[in-house]
């Protein structure tokens, strides 16, 4: 670290700009992508580049160019350890899902750790004190967080706006000459009347070809009276990887004319559950297969459209036949195009009937305030995508935990933007005796499992903000944490071992705080959240011969456990 460098730059307060083209790569060996900017990922946009690390932790970290770390950030979940370092050029590099940083800024992080005595750790430090050189090893690779297995995670945000940019666009040099790989079409009807290959449903074909030129599987022609939105199902993978990645650009033309096109080029943290409205999402929910439509909602604010004729939807009313081609590119220009045909019928055959719908209508860009038995589901405008018919009903079997009838709340299949507000009374003959502490809402999920939701307890009824629609109702927590000891034992000497490794956790509502001493002094335990895993390296809080560790977890709804034993060093 250069501190000189770092304050000669703000005495100044001029900084030299350089060309994108200057950026070095964060890896000292060649770059292979595990996942590609704005493809879509559970509720979100990928806003980084994963580059893979050979399926090992440890490699060296590099800072792509000179600048200063603005951020340091812990966390059990999400980007676990990550760094952030502000560039001249109004850049900032984004590295996550770290195992540790460098030996400075560890020690640095690790003293507030111990100060503010927590795990969990959002640093801003002071703009001098750590400054970088473009090369300058400032981490090693890890799995924390919520990764999936070793890599890097690797971002460049607009500094200013904190908005995620395609960092393939900085220079980094990826093998890839493989065209996306194209997999099924989908012809959705966006009217009651719509007919597609006179049915009224949506139609699905699997694709055939490959080497960047699809058709579909069986016919080249599919017969539609209405509108509809198409959509499409890709994968685009880099030279010599079989991770299936997301493709750059999505181009849509109708008769030669460019109708829609969709580029991955800047995101925003603000509208990433955008991309549950970028998908079919019921064909997500059920089969877990994403298929990316060209219908952008009214709700939908995503950054990523460049084109966008009729919303996305599109109507053929009169007996003509229109050449349809889709064109999909990865960002080094490799494309695979898929050409089809559209018989326009100016009435089908099939005449699909008129589903009566009745209900609250919700729509999306103004309050609602849904009232009905046992029960109240309201928010602000922006909850919602687009607009729709919210209907309630109460189902009549119940699960042996319920505490209160299971409501279906709206549908499922329609994805929410925003949080909303639900409100259930529970069943008073059911929770006598219960502390009103340890109820919560929680959602039925279709395996029958509860999805716990934040809750508190209010004037006779529960209240939570859910972000999901679907079959939800009271359940009570009461059952504390489990603890199970991994390397330790009562009366242990672990002399010729470098941890304590304990694994904790909850049946429903989750854990909430932990603490581990060591002596009746806190000690600094790393949890891995997805292996339910705390770990206590070492140190100075470390004492010759006996030592009393003692952890105490507590949960969501305040059920505690603890464990105490003494080890021997």
């Given at each position: 670290?250069?501190r000189?460098?770092?304050?000669?730059?703000?005495?100044?307060?001029?900084?030299?700009?350089?060309?994108?083209?200057?950026?070095?790569?964060?890896?000292?060996?060649?770059?292979?992508l595990?996942?590609?900017?704005?493809e879509?990922?559970?509720?979100?946009?990928?806003?980084?580049?994963?580059?893979?690390?050979?399926?090992v932790?440890?490699?060296?970290?590099?800072?792509?160019?000179?600048?200063?770390v603005?951020?340091?950030?812990?966390?059990?979940?999400?980007?676990?350890?990550?760094?952030?370092?502000?560039?001249?050029?109004?850049?900032?590099?984004?590295?996550?899902?770290?195992?540790?940083f460098?030996?400075?800024?560890?020690?640095?992080?690790?003293?507030?750790?111990y100060?503010?005595?927590?795990f969990?750790?959002?640093?801003?430090?002071?703009r001098?004190?750590?400054?970088?050189?473009?090369?300058?090893?400032?981490?090693?690779?890890?799995?924390?967080?919520?990764?999936g297995?070793?890599?890097?995670?690797?971002?460049?945000?607009?500094?200013?706006?904190?908005?995620?940019?395609?960092?393939?666009?900085?220079?980094?040099?990826?093998?890839?000459?493989?065209?996306?790989?194209?997999?099924?079409?989908?012809?959705?009807?966006?009217?009651?009347?719509?007919?597609?290959?006179?049915?009224?449903?949506s139609?699905?074909?699997?694709?055939?070809?490959?080497?960047?030129?699809?058709?579909?599987?069986?016919?080249?022609?599919?017969?539609?009276?209405?509108?509809?939105?198409?959509?499409?199902?890709?994968?685009?993978?880099?030279?010599?990887?079989?991770?299936?990645?997301?493709?750059?650009s999505?181009?849509?033309?109708?008769?030669?004319?460019?109708?829609?096109?969709?580029?991955?080029?800047?995101?925003?943290?603000?509208?990433?559950?955008?991309?549950?409205?970028?998908?079919?999402?019921?064909?997500?929910?059920?089969?877990?297969?994403?298929?990316?439509t060209?219908?952008?909602?009214?709700?939908?604010?995503?950054?990523?459209?460049?084109?966008?004729?009729?919303?996305?939807?599109?109507?053929?009313?009169?007996?003509?036949?229109?050449?349809?081609?889709?064109?999909?590119?990865?960002?080094?220009?490799?494309?695979?195009?898929?050409?089809?045909?559209?018989?326009?019928?100016?009435?089908?055959?099939k005449?699909c009937?008129?589903?009566?719908?009745?209900?609250?209508?919700?729509?999306?860009?103004?309050?609602?305030?849904?009232?009905?038995?046992?029960?109240?589901?309201?928010?602000?405008?922006?909850?919602?995508?687009?607009?729709?018919i919210?209907?309630?009903?109460i189902?009549?079997?119940?699960?042996?935990?319920?505490?209160?009838?299971?409501?279906?709340?709206?549908?499922?299949?329609?994805?929410?933007?925003?949080f909303?507000?639900?409100?259930?009374?529970?069943?008073?003959?059911?929770?006598?005796?219960?502390?009103a502490?340890?109820?919560?809402?929680?959602?039925?999920?279709?395996?029958?499992?509860?999805?716990?939701?934040?809750?508190?307890?209010?004037?006779?009824?529960?209240?939570?903000?859910?972000?999901?629609m679907?079959?939800f109702?009271?359940?009570?927590?009461?059952?504390?944490?489990?603890?199970?000891?991994?390397?330790?034992s009562?009366?242990?000497?672990?002399?010729?071992?470098?941890?304590?490794?304990?694994?904790?956790?909850?049946?429903?509502?989750?854990?909430?705080?932990?603490?581990?001493?060591?002596?009746?002094?806190?000690?600094?335990?790393?949890f891995?959240?997805?292996?339910?895993?705390?770990?206590?390296?070492f140190d100075?809080?470390?004492?010759?011969?006996?030592?009393?560790f003692?952890?105490?977890?507590?949960?969501h709804?305040?059920?505690?456990?603890?464990?105490?034993?003494?080890?021997?060093?």
């Amino acid at each position: 670290m250069r501190r000189c460098f770092s304050l000669l730059l703000l005495l100044s307060g001029v900084f030299a700009l350089f060309s994108q083209s200057d950026y070095r790569s964060p890896v000292d060996f060649t770059i292979g992508l595990s996942g590609t900017f704005g493809e879509p990922r559970t509720n979100h946009f990928h806003t980084g580049i994963d580059i893979r690390t050979q399926q090992v932790t440890g490699k060296k970290i590099y800072a792509v160019q000179d600048g200063v770390v603005s951020r340091i950030s812990v966390s059990p979940s999400g980007y676990g350890k990550a760094l952030y370092v502000d560039h001249p050029d109004g850049h900032t590099s984004v590295y996550a899902h770290l195992k540790t940083f460098s030996d400075e800024i560890d020690q640095y992080v690790k003293k507030m750790q111990y100060e503010r005595e927590s795990f969990a750790i959002n640093l801003f430090p002071e703009r001098d004190r750590f400054p970088v050189k473009k090369g300058e090893v400032i981490a090693y690779s890890g799995n924390s967080g919520s990764s999936g297995g070793p890599h890097l995670h690797f971002e460049i945000r607009d500094t200013e706006t904190e908005e995620p940019l395609n960092a393939l666009a900085f220079g980094f040099k990826v093998e890839d000459k493989t065209p996306p790989t194209l997999r099924e079409l989908m012809v959705i009807p966006k009217t009651p009347e719509t007919a597609i290959n006179e049915s009224c449903q949506s139609l699905t074909i699997s694709l055939s070809g490959g080497n960047g030129a699809y058709h579909l599987t069986g016919k080249d022609t599919v017969r539609i009276s209405g509108s509809v939105c198409f959509g499409i199902s890709a994968i685009d993978q880099s030279t010599g990887s079989t991770a299936g990645n997301g493709v750059y650009s999505i181009t849509l033309y109708i008769d030669g004319r460019k109708a829609f096109c969709q580029k991955m080029d800047r995101l925003s943290f603000d509208n990433g559950r955008c991309v549950n409205s970028v998908l079919d999402y019921e064909t997500y929910l059920s089969k877990r297969r994403r298929i990316q439509t060209t219908e952008v909602e009214p709700g939908n604010d995503a950054e990523i459209y460049e084109t966008v004729d009729s919303n996305g939807v599109y109507t053929f009313d009169t007996d003509h036949v229109h050449e349809v081609k889709y064109e999909l590119k990865d960002f080094f220009g490799n494309s695979s195009t898929l050409k089809f045909y559209v018989k326009s019928l100016a009435e089908s055959n099939k005449r699909c009937p008129e589903e009566l719908i009745t209900g609250y209508l919700i729509s999306w860009d103004d309050k609602y305030d849904f009232v009905g038995s046992g029960i109240r589901f309201y928010g602000d405008s922006g909850t919602f995508f687009n607009n729709f018919i919210f209907r309630h009903t109460i189902e009549t079997s119940l699960p042996k935990f319920a505490l209160a009838p299971v409501h279906v709340v709206g549908n499922e299949n329609i994805p929410m933007k925003n949080f909303g507000m639900l409100s259930i009374k529970p069943d008073s003959a059911a929770i006598k005796g219960i502390d009103a502490s340890k109820l919560l809402i929680v959602r039925i999920n279709n395996k029958e499992r509860q999805i716990p939701q934040s809750t508190y307890y209010e004037n006779g009824y529960l209240h939570a903000k859910i972000r999901d629609m679907g079959k939800f109702t009271v359940s009570c927590d009461t059952i504390p944490p489990v603890i199970t000891a991994v390397n330790i034992s009562k009366g242990k000497t672990i002399t010729n071992q470098k941890n304590i490794r304990v694994k904790i956790q909850d049946n429903l509502s989750g854990i909430n705080t932990y603490v581990g001493k060591l002596n009746d002094e806190w000690i600094l335990m790393d949890f891995d959240a997805k292996n339910h895993l705390l770990e206590y390296m070492f140190d100075e809080k470390l004492k010759k011969g006996k030592n009393v560790f003692t952890l105490t977890v507590i949960d969501h709804a305040g059920n505690s456990s603890e464990l105490k034993m003494t080890l021997v060093y």
